[in-house]
């Protein structure tokens, strides 16, 4: 499985930007699939997940209400969308794949970077205050 981020960029805090996962695989649709972030100095830590049936989604408590998780099966893609942004919210953004097949976990299971088997290359965030 190869999982391709694109949609970094520089930004002015309060403003948007939309992170795409691009991934190849065959059973893309059977992924739960996850974002996390690193952050200058600091430890990858979970931003968002979304379950292999994209109904049930996770968040970190500092994104919540602002961003969102998806996915389009039929593109392989599964893609972060970040309002009101912070500068506390710059960092590198992974996307990671759970290729372990369809299950009913819950968000401790999505949150840890382990339960990941596949990882982007990560893109870039920056804002600026």
């Known amino acids: 499985v190869q999982l391709q981020a694109s949609g970094g960029g520089l930004v002015q805090g309060g403003g948007s930007l939309r992170l795409s996962c691009t991934a190849s695989?065959?059973?893309?649709?059977?992924?739960?699939m996850g974002w996390f972030r690193q952050a200058p100095g600091k430890e990858r830590e979970f931003v968002a997940a979304i379950r292999w049936s994209g109904v049930s989604t996770f968040y970190t408590d500092s994104v919540k209400g602002r961003f969102t998780i998806s996915r389009d099966t039929a593109k392989n893609t599964v893609y972060l969308r970040m309002n009101r942004l912070k500068p506390e919210d710059t960092g590198i953004y992974y996307c990671?794949?759970?290729?372990?097949?369809?299950?009913?976990?819950?968000?401790?299971?999505?949150?840890?970077?382990?339960?990941?088997?596949?990882w982007g290359q990560g893109t870039l965030v920056t804002v600026s205050s």
């Open positions: 695989g065959r059973t893309f649709s059977s992924y739960a």
């Open positions: 990671a794949a759970d290729t372990a097949g369809p299950r009913y976990l819950g968000s401790d299971y999505y949150a840890e970077p382990g339960t990941y088997e596949y």
